[in-house]
Structures are given as structure tokens and as C-alpha cells.
């Protein structure tokens, strides 16, 4: 479907700007005498097509952050909103149909070592509705992109940390999502490498018009980011 510019009022506009909305949103881990607030009054905004930088202290609430806009664990109070779709009080079906438009990269990069490099990217293609011969296609152009072209058939074993990793950016990739989430995609590189595959993710996701939200202690790729936010205790600070 094509949209023109006159057919949308000015308020979807605005809305539809962002491809991440979050309105006074708060967690709690635990029940009872136990119950810990984790984030505390978070609001942010993230553009469609924007390149995000979360920093901030070890345990100060950022994988919790990233878990929740990723649909991967329930919002309990307050607004989130994915590319349009409010994720409080989501039902099952909303929250599946929200993660297929988001593409994961963690810091352990989760291949499935019984898998070759082909095979793992293939299977983030599986629920998709892509028939064969395009799906042989993205899969081939995605590793090529990466540099992995002639390691289609390898087992992860056989590759290295930074390969490994490209590996994963071409997974997050290949089914075109409209926004990726990394959790220390570069905890486990050397700096080299580390740098390298961010700036893979960033050329590639910018050729999709793609949103990108990594989480990184990493101080030798902030210069790659259009925004840097830091997170202490549970807040946003103003950086
Ligand atoms: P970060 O990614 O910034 O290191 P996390 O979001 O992982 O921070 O953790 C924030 C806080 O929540 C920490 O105090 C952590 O111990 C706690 N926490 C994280 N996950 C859980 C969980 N599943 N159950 C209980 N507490 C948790
Ligand atoms: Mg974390």
C-alpha cells in the first residue's frame, strides 16, 4: 500500500514519526516484600530511521528496557508504543505480529552451533511468507553484505568472534524488520572487530531505513550514534 502525504492528518503524522514511544513507563521485578523498581518514569521518543545509543552503569536497568520494547517481557504500567501499536495490555497475537518487525542482536550471539552459517540466518526467514527462491536470495545477498560470502556452509565453530556476530547481524537483518534492538552487540570483540560489525549493522539498517537501539558499554563506537542516552538507577539522564 502506498500512502500520499494528503491522505495522512497532520496528528498520524506526528505519531507515525516515531518509531518508538515511551510514556511515563515504570518496572518491578519481584512480588510482595521482594518488589523492585527497576525503571522509574521513563519517557522517550525514538525517530523512525534513527541510530540510538542506551549507556549507563551495569544493573542500571538497561536489558530490562530493551526486553520491554522488544515485546519480550509485558509492559506493567505506563505507555509503550512500537511503530504505532500501544504494548500495554497487547494480547499474545499483537505482541508476536510486534516482534516480527524487530530484529535481535544480543551479546552472546545465540547461533545454533548444529546449524551452518546459511541455515541460522534461513531460520529467521522460516515464519515469514517468502517463498523459496527469494528467501535463497535475501540470504545469499545478506551474508554477502556481511562479508561472509564464502562461509555460507561453515559451522559457527569455524568462524571467529567478529564473524560469529555477523552472522547475527545478518539474522536481525534478513527479514527486513523495521527496527533492530542490540543488547552489547560488542561486549565479547576485540576492538577492531567490535567497531567493524557496528558499522556493518549501521551501513546495512540504513539502507532499510531501519531504527536501530543498541545497549553498549563501548565507548570507541559512540561516535556512531545520532543520539547517546545514558541510563542510571532506573532513570533516563539527560547526556
Ligand atoms: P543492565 O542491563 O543495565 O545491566 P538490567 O535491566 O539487566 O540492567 O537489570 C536491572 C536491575 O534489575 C538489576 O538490579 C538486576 O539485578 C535486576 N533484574 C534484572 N533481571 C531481573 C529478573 N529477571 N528478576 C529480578 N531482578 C532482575
Ligand atoms: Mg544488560
Do not use: W
Not at 516515531?18 to 519481584?30: D, K, P, S, V
Amino acid at each position: 500500500m502506498t500512502y500520499t502525504i494528503s491522505s495522512l492528518s497532520s496528528t498520524d503524522l506526528s505519531t507515525s514519526d516515531n518509531a518508538i514511544a515511551i510514556l511515563n513507563l515504570n518496572h518491578y521485578y519481584g512480588h510482595g516484600s521482594l518488589r523492585k523498581q527497576v525503571l522509574t518514569d521513563i519517557n522517550l521518543q525514538i525517530q523512525r530511521g534513527e541510530i540510538v545509543l542506551l549507556t549507563g552503569p551495569s544493573g542500571s536497568g538497561k536489558t530490562t528496557l530493551l526486553t520491554l520494547i522488544g515485546g519480550l517481557r509485558s509492559v506493567q504500567s505506563g505507555s509503550l508504543k512500537i511503530l504505532g501499536d500501544e504494548l500495554l495490555n497487547a494480547n499474545r497475537e499483537q505482541l508476536t505480529l510486534t516482534r516480527r518487525r524487530i530484529g535481535y542482536i544480543f551479546q552472546a550471539h545465540n547461533l545454533l552451533n548444529f546449524l551452518t552459517v546459511y541455515q541460522n540466518v534461513e531460520m529467521a526467514l522460516e515464519i515469514q511468507h517468502v517463498s523459496a527462491l527469494e528467501a535463497n536470495t535475501r540470504i545469499t545477498d545478506i551474508l554477502t553484505a556481511v562479508g561472509l560470502a564464502e562461509r555460507l556452509h561453515y559451522y559457527p565453530e569455524a568462524l571467529s568472534g567478529g564473524q560469529k556476530q555477523r552472522v547475527a547481524i545478518a539474522r536481525a537483518l534478513v527479514s527486513q524488520p523495521q527496527i533492530i534492538l542490540a543488547d552489547e552487540p560488542t561486549a565479547a570483540l576485540d576492538k577492531k572487530s567490535g567497531r567493524d560489525v557496528v558499522e556493518i549493522l549501521e551501513k546495512l539498517a540504513k539502507e532499510q531505513g531501519c531504527t536501530i537501539l543498541i545497549v553498549t558499554h563501548d565507548n570507541r563506537i559512540l561516535d556512531l550514534a545520532d543520539r547517546i542516552i545514558t541510563m542510571e538507577d532506573g532513570h533516563l539522564v539527560d547526556s
